[in-house]
């Protein structure tokens, strides 16, 4: 393993030279980067802290680069990384407490622009490259929910926010399929169904409290992880033909939940435990996968390995792989409390 602290005149040369360089092949037409195979690690940071940070490590594990924004961009990305999301050739990192979204190119990591005018946000679900939607949590307090939650429209073109669409209390996690955006609204109990031509809530899913992140699986349903802190939680599968919640599994409580690359397969936190579960399962597993309580989970859809990020909340956190067995494989240290993983 390769831990690069690159010193910044030696980073910008290796970088140039990277993109410089393209295969004579004439099929292979995309521009050579760095970063073009591995995992990139949004890591929070302490909040109220400027620590937020990108991690990067490459798919064979060789190459780890903790702290990819800083050392491009010389300064820090900001307040709470909350989530991170590639559009086309730009990646869009959500700054949760600095009310921002940084654009970065995603062959260079170099900033491109930044979007504003945000409250809270907190995940991203791109219709194209010109349009997307953010979460925003708005009225949120440390000392009680108020008011509602709401979805930004954004214009990628200029990076400016078009349109806000009022939905339940505390949206976190957004889906898109068949050109409706799910929404789940986590300080409720509810799913806003957004039809994206007239960008306004057509629909209102009923599906027990603390909804918060959803996947699509290949039978194009839609899964999401609901619960609040002390009570049992549920897998709820939603049929998007007729937006009905058809079936609930009971779970000991919610966490994450992430899909395989085949979308046949679950894989969710809960009580402290991952486990998984086919997504034509009649019931959930008892059984955990790995007896371990990750603050981000993911799944790499090419290799098939499950990334689990751990650590305390001032320290540097760690990325431990495993096989989807439950076998570990390696670990990797990024920096203070790593909440998601976007691959290429």
């Known amino acids: 393993m390769n831990l ?35 995992v990139f690690v949004t890591n929070e940071g302490q909040f109220n802290s400027v620590n937020a940070e990108v991690s990067f490590i490459s798919r064979d594990g060789k190459t780890v680069i903790p702290a990819l924004f800083n050392q491009v961009n010389n300064r820090p990305l900001g307040d709470a990384a909350q989530s991170m999301t590639f559009i086309g050739d730009k990646a869009y990192i959500v700054v949760n407490n600095s009310q921002k979204i940084e654009v970065v190119d995603g062959r260079t990591f170099s900033s491109t622009g930044v979007i504003n005018d945000l409250s809270i946000p907190r995940y991203m679900a791109a219709l194209n490259n010109n349009k997307a939607y953010v979460t925003e949590y708005v009225g949120y307090s440390f000392f009680g929910y108020t008011g509602t939650g709401r979805v930004s429209v954004l214009n990628l073109a200029n990076n400016t926010v078009t349109k806000t669409i009022d939905v339940g209390l505390l949206p976190e996690g957004a889906l898109l399929h068949n050109g409706k955006l799910y929404v789940a609204n986590s300080g409720g109990s509810t799913v806003s169904i957004i039809n994206t031509s007239t960008d306004a809530v057509e629909a209102t899913l009923e599906v027990g409290n603390g909804p918060a992140h959803m996947v699509l699986d290949a039978n194009n349903k839609i899964w999401v992880i609901r619960g609040t802190y002390g009570e049992p939680g549920a897998l709820v599968k939603i049929d998007p033909a007729n937006n009905h919640a058809i079936t609930s599994y009971q779970i000991p409580g919610s966490g994450l939940l992430t899909i395989n690359g085949s979308k046949n397969t679950l894989y969710y936190s809960s009580a402290g435990k991952i486990y998984s579960m086919s997504v034509t399962a009649t019931a959930a597993p008892t059984t955990p996968l790995i007896s371990r309580n990750p603050y981000g989970l993911g799944l790499d859809p090419e290799s098939n390995k499950l990334y689990l990020g751990v650590g305390g909340y001032t320290t540097n956190g760690w990325v431990v792989r495993y096989e989807t067995t439950g076998a570990r494989i390696d670990s990797f240290q990024v920096r203070v409390l790593p909440n998601g993983f976007t691959f290429r």
């Not at 970088?15 to 295969?23: E, G, K």
């Open 4 to 38: 690069i602290s690159f010193r910044k005149p030696f980073l910008f040369a290796a970088l140039a030279s990277a993109l410089v360089f393209t295969s004579s092949c004439e099929n292979d037409k995309e521009e050579a980067s760095p970063f073009s195979d591995g």
